[in-house]
């Protein structure tokens, strides 16, 4: 006969929860997610409230998410920001957070597209702001050789804070027109 598990008894992989628990889990992150939700958010929220986002870890599933918005494979999008594929895998099967490093890289990816939308928004152009596809765009950009990086696509910095910082700023130069 099978029993089931018992809240705090420890399994091979650490406390066992109930399905009650589960669900619970479940639901608190379905919410974390739809607070997350547009991407383009991300760019727009107070620093404080990024670092809460990162110190608390967000959900798994973001990197879903990302990749789907992005059109772009998910081992693709985990080999940009530097996160193991099994790693990540296992954290979306299991509907787990990621950790604050993970965190702050798929946070750094939702920013630069938040980031591009807005300069598309402020161009002034209503009409070509409406079709325009921010992180489709981003993923393309982000996957090309620039010149202003020597040649290196921006996809490679992403996995570094100092690099996020670089591939941000060449975006906000790019909206002066400093760099096309």
Not at 57 to 64: D, I
Not at 70 to 94: H, N
Request: hydrophobic letters at 40%.
């Amino acid at each position: 006969m099978a029993t089931k598990p018992v809240k705090g008894v420890k399994g091979k992989r650490g406390v066992r929860h109930t399905a009650q628990d589960q669900k619970q889990q479940t639901a608190v992150q379905g919410e974390r997610m739809r607070r997350m939700l547009p991407l383009s958010s991300l760019y727009e929220r107070d620093a404080m409230e990024r670092v809460r986002l990162v110190k608390q870890g967000v959900p798994a599933q973001l990197l879903v998410v990302l990749a789907r918005d992005m059109a772009i494979s998910r081992e693709k999008l985990y080999a940009t920001i530097g996160v193991p594929r099994a790693t990540a895998d296992r954290k979306i099967r299991e509907q787990a957070l990621l950790n604050p490093d993970e965190s702050e890289r798929a946070l750094g990816i939702a920013r630069l597209v938040g980031q591009v939308d807005q300069i598309v928004r402020e161009s002034g152009s209503p009409e070509g702001a409406e079709g325009f596809d921010a992180a489709r765009w981003a993923a393309a950009w982000l996957d090309r050789p620039h010149p202003a990086l020597g040649g290196v696509r921006p996809a490679t910095l992403m996995d570094t804070a100092e690099g996020r910082g670089i591939v941000s700023d060449l975006i906000a130069q790019m909206q002066s027109g400093a760099y096309v």
